[in-house]
């Protein structure tokens, strides 16, 4: 089965991109920040915990994270494959991640790295926080989830590198064609 990672800085696309995969391939589609706003939505242990940090922007301790992770992917394993959206987002995350996969005879296929500047990225979260109303997408805290992504997410991008699974889609104001390219690759994994 395929194993996805579709990553990006906050607002890069990684929701949208991910529908378009769902919509080509029937992937299943873990995104952790959904299943975290699902979990606070019905007021669970996990959820009260998980609200305090992502009003302040910060990332949910990976151990929480892992093993919730883990307890999903087991649902779907039945499925073509699953796309990983917003995880990892940590050193430690993607170890987790490698491991979890290779004990079940698994690995990662391929990582789509979405590159988007950074105005455009903060212009489109500004606009989404108009139509979702997401509590963490105000300007201050979206400030703090880039430099959260700078600081402890990018890094990432050489640890797939070393993977040799690291392949990067440049945003150049054509969704479409984004698209096209990113489905053009996992056609050819
Ligand atoms: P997202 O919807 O992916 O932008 O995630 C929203 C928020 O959920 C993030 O700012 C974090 O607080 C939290 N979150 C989502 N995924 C992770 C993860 N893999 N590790 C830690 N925190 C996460």
Redesign the pocket.
């Known amino acids: 089965m395929d194993n996805i990672v579709i990553f990006g800085a ?1 607002g890069s696309g ?2 949208t991109y991910s529908a378009a995969l769902v919509e080509k391939f029937g992937y299943n589609h873990i ?4 299943v ?2 699902a979990e606070i939505r019905e007021g669970t242990e996990l959820g009260k915990i ?1 609200e305090r ?2 009003e302040k ?6 151990d929480l ?1 892992i093993d919730m ?1 883990a307890d999903v992917y087991d649902t779907m394993r039945e499925g073509p494959g699953v796309i990983f ?6 050193i430690v ?1 993607a170890k987790a991640l490698k491991d979890m996969l290779q004990a079940r005879g698994e690995k990662i296929s391929v990582t789509l790295n979405l590159i988007v500047s950074e105005d455009i990225l903060m212009e489109r979260l500004l606009n989404r926080a108009k139509i979702e109303g997401r509590s ?1 997408d105000n300007e201050e805290t979206i400030k703090k ?1 880039f430099n ?1 992504y700078y600081t402890q997410t990018h890094p990432l991008i050489e640890w797939f590198k070393k993977e040799g699974v690291l392949s990067e889609f440049t945003f150049k104001g054509d969704k479409d064609l984004m698209i096209k390219e990113i489905i053009e690759k996992v056609e050819s994994i």
């Open positions: 906050p990684k929701g995104s952790t920040g959904d975290l706003r998980a940090y992502i922007g910060q990332l949910i301790p990976d994270i992770l959206d917003g995880f990892p987002r940590t995350q963490d989830r959260v």
